[in-house]
């Protein structure tokens, strides 16, 4: 699991970093999906309701606050997982909340694992130890460059509130010079994460 975990956090620090307000680095035009075998998005109150600042995240059981900022999200089912994607375009940041079962896990252990995965990057740096932000959440940052860009990437594990084995990934990635803003308000939302009520 802690491999797939590795592998995880990895494809999306490339994935989030690789995209360039320039588009994609190809000679050939993005293709056109057919609408006949694009499947209808859910309706939003199947997964998540919106309460003002609130997220219910009924799928999951779990509630979470974010900040007054600009946020904008969506869900996401990819491969046959579930994520909540959240971004903040003013600072050009962009948060996953990510739902993992590791049954005999712990936040702290899985931070540690990955921290020394992270580290082992060539192209992340100045790889933080792994901190306690409190409410059983662990977390570290790394540093990179893409596309010419300083940016900071954050990968904290919080513990689900009411289902054991259960943790939330938030991973987040923002331009350096924006890090500090954004990183306070992911940290401050993720303090929020609640049962569900």
Known sequence: MMRTLAVLFAVTLAACGS??????KT???????????????PAEDEDVAVDGFNLKVKKLGFQITLTTAPWEGKTDRENGG?????????LGGMLLLIP????????????????????QQPDLTSVTPV?????????FTGDRVLDGKP?????????????PGAFIFAIAHVPADKADAF??????????????Q
């Open 100 to 119: 993992v079962r590791e049954e005999n896990g712990t936040a702290q252990a899985m931070a540690e694992a990955l921290r020394t995965k992270a580290s």
């Open 151 to 163: 940016m900071r990437s954050y990968l904290g594990i919080h513990p689900h509130p009411t289902l």
């Open 82 to 90: 579930f994520r909540i994607v959240l971004s903040r375009p003013d």
């Open 183 to 196: 990183l306070k308000d992911v940290r401050t939302s993720l303090d929020t994460i609640a049962p569900l």
């Open 27 to 41: 000679s050939n035009p993005p293709l056109k999906p057919d609408p006949a075998t694009q499947p209808a998005p």
């Open 19 to 24: 995209a360039s307000s320039a588009g994609p």
């Open 131 to 139: 901190a306690a932000e409190g409410k059983g959440r662990y977390a």
